[in-house]
């Protein structure tokens, strides 16, 4: 085999800069968000799904935090594998200003996707779950990004 008759092949791609956690994250969030979006959690009985207190108050605050949740980590993802693409670029070698920027912007990616999906939950629903109707709030995702502008 190529590899095992080479241990310097894998020695340098274990310590590539390309081999970074905004990449690894990235792709992380990528195959949870295609997941998601093509098997969304049906129940807040499933075994996968955007849990939060907002979240599981009933099954239309479930189901919008998750359509939410799913859009959002597909735009984190893609926004991870650039900055790791180019972190991978700008450093050569793994220093301490590697880890800080690439295990940095996996921790903001993260809190990101939380804070987002709950302030959109907050926005759009009450703590007890009902949905908000003022000034066009009661709308659903699907229904604010089809919405065309008033003249």
Do not use: C
């Not at 301490?96 to 920027?101: A, E, H, K, P, V």
């Amino acid at each position: 085999m190529f590899l095992s008759t080479n241990p310097s092949f894998m020695q340098r791609i274990i310590h590539s800069t390309f081999l970074n956690a905004d990449i690894l994250v990235g792709l992380l969030f990528l195959l949870m968000g295609l997941l998601m979006k093509i098997f969304p959690p049906k129940t807040r009985k499933n075994i996968y799904g955007y849990r939060s207190f907002l979240a599981t108050r009933n099954e239309e605050t479930w189901q919008e935090a998750n359509h939410f949740a799913t859009k959002h980590s597909l735009k984190i993802a893609y926004v991870l594998i650039g900055i790791g693409i180019v972190i991978g670029f700008f450093f050569k070698t793994q220093n301490n200003w590697y880890y800080l920027f690439s295990v940095g912007t996996v921790i903001i990616a993260v809190l990101n996707l939380r804070g987002e999906t709950e302030w959109y939950l907050s926005q759009h629903f009450e703590d007890t779950g009902e949905r908000k109707s003022r000034h066009g709030q009661n709308k659903s995702l699907d229904e604010l990004s089809t919405d065309e502008p008033s003249q």
